[in-house]
């Protein structure tokens, strides 16, 4: 089984429904992430938590939220989706050595 | 800021021949440098880091990447290119979170028999 797993890995939706991907992780970490990526954009970080109690916005949260829901639950909601949302979202967790984990993706068609 | 700057978006070699692949940065301080490889429908995997020590980093798969601080380049070389190494690359500049770690655009490396 995989470290750091993702669900679902494509959805497809309309524009206005709310959309939740959920991350679980067999790491062991107190840090998780949420990133997404676009085609030729790297990756940018939409939220970060450090601990179940703690959760802090990254470069691009606006339209998204999160809710840790335990040391190895992290999901990532998105309350009325737009299609300029579409895209891979990855979930990583980290130790503190720096590397980070991620999981396989979540490609999100918005239509 | 930090910033990271891949400055080839898409890369060609044979395979047997050598790669480098090059990242410059932008840091305040002493950077934390990574590189990941990403293949098709995969997540990302890390390569290689540096933190401190050696200027010269071993990773995983043969690959190799060069800190100079001189030039704020870290460049990932592998002396060989073998067809499985086709897949997207990506720099990062970071601190000790590197959750919060700045990721360059990435290369697109392509292997030809």
């Known amino acids: 089984d995989a470290d750091v797993t993702q669900t679902p890995r494509n959805r497809i939706t309309k524009t206005g429904k709310r959309i939740m991907l959920e991350c679980s992780q067999t790491?062991?970490?107190?840090?998780m992430y949420w990133y997404r990526q676009d085609p030729g954009l790297g990756l940018q970080l939409i939220y970060y938590s450090f601990d179940v109690k703690d959760i802090n916005k990254g470069e691009i949260s606006d339209g998204y939220s999160v809710s840790r829901q335990a040391q190895a639950k992290f999901s990532l909601s998105l309350e009325s989706a737009i299609p300029n949302q579409t895209a891979l979202y990855f979930c990583?967790?980290?130790?503190?050595?720096?590397?980070?984990?991620f999981g396989e993706g979540s490609r999100l068609t918005v239509l | 800021a930090q910033s990271v700057t891949q400055p080839d978006i898409h890369i060609t070699v044979s395979e047997g021949a050598s790669l480098e692949l090059r990242c410059n940065y932008s840091y305040g301080a002493t950077p934390y440098l990574f590189w990941y490889v990403q293949s098709p429908g995969q997540g990302l995997q890390l390569l290689l880091k540096y933190f401190s020590g050696d200027t010269l980093v071993q990773g995983i798969k043969g690959f190799e990447a060069e800190f100079k601080r001189s030039q704020s380049s870290f460049n990932l070389r592998k002396p060989s290119v073998h067809w499985s190494d086709a897949a997207e690359y990506f720099c990062?500049?970071?601190?000790?979170?590197?959750?919060?770690?700045?990721f360059g655009d990435g290369t697109t490396l392509t292997v030809k028999p």
């Open positions: 790491k062991g970490h107190d840090r």
């Open positions: 990583a967790t980290s130790d503190y050595a720096g590397e980070l984990f």
């Open positions: 990062a500049v970071g601190a000790i979170d590197a959750g919060k770690s700045t």
